[in-house]
């Protein structure tokens, strides 16, 4: 069974860092690209950064310059450092991992989300 668990989020004033963290574990061959989604009230989830197994990344344009996406492949873990935070910026946030569970099938799975709140 495979898991992915996030942890990091919090209540944060504007201008203020937060660093999530998402590491992935069980029975997993290897991870293709990992991922950070944010979801808030009323709105539909979105793609805030991704990053593939050799490091390319792509941000949406509201984070650019910002946000941060990295991983540790040896750890299953990828992380998102979230500079200068505005009050849009409050969601939840879901990790997504693309995996390998043997040589040919890959799956998708998503994390439970952690709460992100940037008020004064």
């Known amino acids: 069974q495979v898991q992915l668990v996030e942890s990091g989020g919090g209540l944060v004033q504007p201008g203020g860092s937060l660093r999530l963290s998402c590491a992935a574990s069980?029975?997993?061959?290897?991870?293709?690209?990992m991922g950070w989604y944010r979801q808030a009230p009323g709105k539909q989830r979105e793609l805030v950064a991704a990053?593939?197994?050799?490091?390319?990344?792509n941000y949406a344009d509201s984070v650019k310059g910002r946000f941060t996406i990295s991983r540790d492949n040896a750890k299953n873990t990828v992380y998102l450092q979230m500079n200068s935070l505005k009050p849009e910026d409050t969601a939840v946030y879901y990790c997504?991992?693309?995996?390998?569970?043997?040589?040919?099938?890959?799956?998708?799975?998503w994390g439970q989300g952690t709460q992100v709140t940037v008020s004064s």
């Open positions: 997504n991992a693309d995996l390998h569970l043997n040589p040919i099938a890959t799956m998708g799975y």
């Open positions: 069980g029975s997993i061959f290897s991870i293709n690209a």
């Open positions: 990053i593939t197994s050799g490091g390319s990344t």
